[in-house]
Every structure is written in structure tokens, then in C-alpha cells.
């Protein structure tokens, strides 16, 4: 267990709907990051917080969007989605000193089906 | 932009072989991570690797990096069923991870 959690384990929804998929970090750490993996896309990087502001954008889509609370949990928002956007979405957390990249710690991931 | 690269991609072994997993990427970073997945689960770290030359070890696997040939290698040792599992290398680079294609070692008895 690596402290990081999410919610839900599963998700299933429908074309054109919007979800909305959570993370809580291991205890002290103050970076997020949002991870989609997919069976032709591989594990892509999405979008990274620390302490609450966005630091470094991936191949995210303009209908995605993120952001971390002050109590440092995150929330990922996914709208309009397409049956493409179905994968497992995971959370990971770090200490992130700002002066290279620490470990991330993976959380136990979103499985979203778009049906 | 960023790119690594895993090969092979799969992996058959029996119990008790050696083999070794490779892991190219294209530009130059101090610090690379193997992690494991098993199939459905999330990724659990293996190693961090934090300059040229660095090794680690953990029962049955060792990785080292070459950061001059930008080269990491993830070597089995007498492999056992435990270790049938999904295997990826991933470089640090401006807070986000770039990830390989993983590779997936499946060891029969």
C-alpha cells in the first residue's frame, strides 16, 4: 500500500458525460500528479500540482481539467467524454523538493469505462 | 522531446534463467525509476537510480545505469513465478515522468 488513495475504483458511464475522480496523497507529500493508461497510448503524464498551483502540463485535453485543494487532496474532472477516454486513470504523489524529481508513489488507479 | 524505450516488449523465461531488461532513452537526466505492475494493479517502485555508474539490488533483481550511453538495464537473476509481472522504466525530467512501453515477463515453472 503506498498511502496514496483513490476514489472510485470503477467508473462507468456514457458518452458525452462528465466524471469526476479523486486523490488523496501519502501524508506530507505536497505534489499530485495525474497519470491516463491506456492500451495504445501507454502511461501518459496529465497534469502535476504542488501545494495547491499547477506546475507542468502533459498531453492533457482541453476537456480535461484538475485541481488541488488546500487540504492537498486532488480532483480530476473529465467532460464530454468519448469512448477513447475509457483507461485507468492514476493518481501518484511525491515530496517534490523543486530540485529534481523525487519518487512518486502510485495510487490503486480509476478504471473508467465510456460505454 | 523526451522518449524511452524498453525492449523487448515481452518476455517468456522458465524458472531459474537469467535474463536481462534493456531501457534507452533519448535525452540526457540523473535520474531514472523501475517500477512493477502487476496486471490491474498499480505500479510499485523498485528503484531509483541517481547517477552514472549506480546500481542497485533487491533479492533477485539489480538495475544500473549508464547515463553516458543514457542506458538502464533491469537484470533477473534465477527467475521465479513471483516476479511474472509488468515492468517499466521511467526518466524524471521538468517534475513529470516519461514512461516506456513496459515490458511484460511472464515466468513459467
Known amino acids: 500500500d503506498s498511502g496514496v488513495t483513490q476514489t472510485p475504483k470503477h467508473l462507468i458511464t456514457a458518452t458525452g458525460q462528465r466524471v469526476t475522480l479523486r486523490c488523496s496523497p501519502r501524508?506530507?507529500?505536497?505534489?499530485v500528479y495525474w497519470y491516463q493508461q491506456s492500451l495504445d497510448q501507454g502511461l501518459q503524464f496529465l497534469i502535476q500540482?504542488?501545494?495547491?498551483?499547477?506546475?507542468a502540463k502533459g498531453n492533457i485535453l482541453e476537456r480535461f481539467s484538475a485541481q488541488q485543494f488546500p487540504d492537498l487532496h486532488s480532483e480530476l474532472n473529465l467532460s464530454s467524454l468519448e469512448l477513447g477516454d475509457s483507461a485507468l486513470y492514476f493518481c501518484?504523489?511525491?515530496?517534490?523538493?523543486?530540485?529534481?524529481?523525487?519518487?512518486?508513489?502510485f495510487g490503486p488507479g480509476t478504471r473508467l469505462t465510456v460505454l | 522531446e523526451l522518449k524511452v524505450e524498453q525492449n523487448p516488449l515481452f518476455l517468456s523465461m522458465q524458472e531459474g534463467k537469467n535474463y536481462t531488461i534493456y531501457c534507452n532513452y533519448s535525452?540526457?537526466?540523473?535520474?531514472l525509476y523501475w517500477y512493477r505492475q502487476d496486471p490491474g494493479k498499480s505500479l510499485e517502485s523498485l528503484f531509483v537510480?541517481?547517477?552514472?555508474?549506480a546500481v542497485k539490488q533487491e533479492g533477485r533483481l539489480m538495475a544500473s545505469l549508464d547515463t553516458k550511453a543514457r542506458l538502464s538495464t533491469l537484470h533477473i537473476t534465477a527467475a521465479v513465478h513471483d516476479l511474472s509481472a509488468t515492468y517499466f522504466c521511467?526518466?524524471?525530467?521538468?517534475?513529470?515522468?516519461?514512461f516506456g512501453q513496459g515490458t511484460r515477463l511472464t515466468i513459467n515453472p
Open positions: 535525452t540526457t537526466s540523473d535520474r
Open positions: 500540482y504542488y501545494n495547491g498551483e499547477e506546475r
Open positions: 521511467a526518466v524524471g525530467g521538468a517534475q513529470k515522468l516519461v
Open positions: 537510480l541517481l547517477s552514472n555508474g
Open positions: 501524508s506530507g507529500d505536497l505534489s
Open positions: 501518484a504523489s511525491s515530496e517534490w523538493s523543486g530540485l529534481s524529481t523525487d519518487t512518486q508513489y
